[in-house]
């Protein structure tokens, strides 16, 4: 089992900024991926940004430039940074923490709302 506690998100003005953290813990030992999703209401979740455990990313194309995913490990934790700028109404929705274990088994944490708006 992998437990992930997200923080961050909140409101931002459009071209401002936000922080996303995301922190496993339990089997990370087993986590070969983490990353952010988001979700519209009415639209699928799709792929924002992730990173492997041997630090390769995958990066939304609407987003490149502007998000950049990074993670700190230690023995038992995994945590993974979504540092969003330059952000856009169309950001504007609930950002999903997904940690994907070897065996991809995965999992997901319970959304975070981000709200681009002046």
């Known amino acids: 089992q992998v437990q992930l506690v997200e923080s961050g998100g909140g409101l931002a003005q459009p071209g401002g900024s936000l922080r996303l953290s995301c922190a496993a813990s339990g089997r990370v030992f087993s986590t070969y991926a983490m990353g952010w999703y988001r979700q519209v209401p009415g639209q699928e979740r799709e792929l924002v940004a992730r990173?492997?455990?041997?630090?390769?990313?995958?990066?939304a194309d609407s987003v490149k430039g502007r998000f950049t995913i990074s993670r700190d490990s230690t023995a038992n934790t995994m945590t993974v940074y979504l540092q969003m700028n330059s952000l856009k109404p169309e950001d504007t929705a609930v950002y999903y923490c997904?940690?994907?274990?070897?065996?991809?088994?995965?999992?997901w944490g319970q959304g975070t709302q981000v709200t681009v708006s002046s």
């Open positions: 990173v492997t455990r041997d630090d390769r990313t995958d990066v």
């Open positions: 997904n940690a994907v274990q070897y065996g991809a088994v995965e999992y």
